[in-house]
């Protein structure tokens, strides 16, 4: 635990049974570095769900497109509607997502939802398809400032059996886009796995030596991770390689102990107990008070289905309340959207 610079071989070793006893001690840890590193806050976002379209065939998703179910995208009205709802519970950082790119919803349609969204909002991130290079610069000039596209398992022959069809299943495309969002001046980019589906061992340390490479070789902009473990949905798709809470904690600490300055996210996949518990040891960022069906926040919008089942049904003012008991400070606004334009100023 005192290693000066800890990579992949004592994140291994912090993942082993040999582990096991030494948990508290790495949750110590990891509660020291937090604060050392973010203080009391813990940052506060909120996921939107613009279109449910897809035409990928993920084993393990409620959007895959052999799934029967109500599909929709939110026309732009909509968006901005959704959009202020968001904005009067608070937020001011949103994750806009979707599915597959479609002709429903496809790149234009997401770049006039991200310029919605950075005309109200000061942080602005995109969980979508990888795009080109040139793309997410367009991106970037609208106003997103950060990219999140998880590779769910890092197994080339797990990837290839999981994606059963449709643009997702190249493997390479997929790893490949978080450099060219970098390239292209995005400032953060969200990595992470889907534990349930592989070796979570293997994908941790794989998910560690991505994140290495990228930071390396794209230090003009930051990285966050996160650990979603897989939910029930509409496939019905059961994990292969279960994670529990216990486990998950211990990726987590260990992590945070090997990336101590990396905002590392928690959302609300987990239950409330599981998610209190964990706020301010090892994670910095949360959501709140999340919808994962399209149109979830409007009152009068039809719903359709969502991707997952959410674990954690709170609303913000609750999940806040709890945060501050526990001596900690929610924190909805880190940065100004000036720093994002200068930004885009200084790319052009």
Same mark, same amino acid.
């Given at each position: ?33 937090? @604060? ?12 939107? /769900?613009?279109?449910?379209? +897809? ?5 393990? +998703? ?7 179910? *109500?599909? #929709? ?44 969204? &950075?005309? %109200? ?23 997103? =400032? ?9 197994? *080339? ?26 390239? &292209? ?15 979570? $061992? ?47 904690? @211990?990726? $987590? ?6 990336? *101590? ?7 609300? #996949?987990? #239950?409330?107990?599981? %998610? ?13 008070? =999340? ?5 979830? /926040? ?21 999940? +806040?309340?709890?945060? %501050?008991? @526990? ?10 959207? $000036? ?5 885009? @100023?200084?790319?052009?």
């Amino acid at each position: 635990l005192a290693c000066a610079a800890p990579g992949p071989r004592e994140l291994a070793a912090l993942l082993s049974p040999a582990a096991h006893p030494f948990v508290e001690e790495m949750a110590r840890r990891a509660r020291a570095l937090t @604060r050392r590193h973010f203080g009391r806050t813990i940052s506060m976002y909120a996921p939107l /769900y613009l279109a449910n379209f +897809c035409t990928n065939g993920c084993a393990y +998703c409620g959007f895959a497109s052999d799934r029967v179910q *109500p599909r #929709r995208r939110l026309e732009l009205p909509e968006v901005g509607e959704e959009l202020e709802m968001l904005k009067g519970m608070g937020f001011e950082e949103v994750l806009l997502l979707t599915g597959e790119r479609t002709s429903h919803a496809g790149f234009d349609y997401l770049l006039e939802c991200v310029s919605l969204a &950075a005309a %109200r909002f000061h942080a602005v991130g995109v969980e979508a398809f990888p795009m080109t290079t040139r793309e997410y610069a367009l991106l970037s000039e609208a106003g997103c =400032s950060g990219v999140t596209l998880y590779q769910e398992t890092y197994d *080339p022959v797990r990837y290839d059996e999981l994606h059963r069809w449709g643009p997702k299943k190249e493997y390479l495309e997929r790893l490949e886009a978080p450099a060219r969002a970098m390239e &292209a001046g995005i400032r953060t980019v969200g990595l992470g796995v889907l534990l349930g589906l592989s070796d979570p $061992v293997f994908d941790a340390l794989c998910l560690l030596r991505h994140a290495a490479h990228l930071q390396r070789n794209h230090w003009r902009s930051g990285i966050t991770l996160s650990f979603p473990r897989l939910r029930p949905q509409s496939g019905n798709f059961t994990a292969t390689f279960p994670v529990d809470e216990a486990w998950l904690a @211990r990726m $987590v600490f260990a992590f945070r102990i090997v990336l *101590p300055d990396v905002p590392l996210l928690l959302s609300t #996949r987990e #239950r409330p107990g599981f %998610r209190d518990g964990m706020a301010g040891l090892g994670i910095s960022k949360m959501s709140a008070g =999340s919808r994962t069906s399209v149109g979830g /926040y409007g009152e009068t919008t039809p719903e359709t289905e969502g991707q997952f089942e959410v674990s954690d049904d709170r609303g913000v003012p609750e999940f +806040c309340s709890m945060l %501050r008991r @526990r001596g900690l400070k929610p924190v909805f606004k880190n940065w100004d959207s $000036v720093f994002r334009d200068a930004s885009v @100023r200084g790319n052009g």
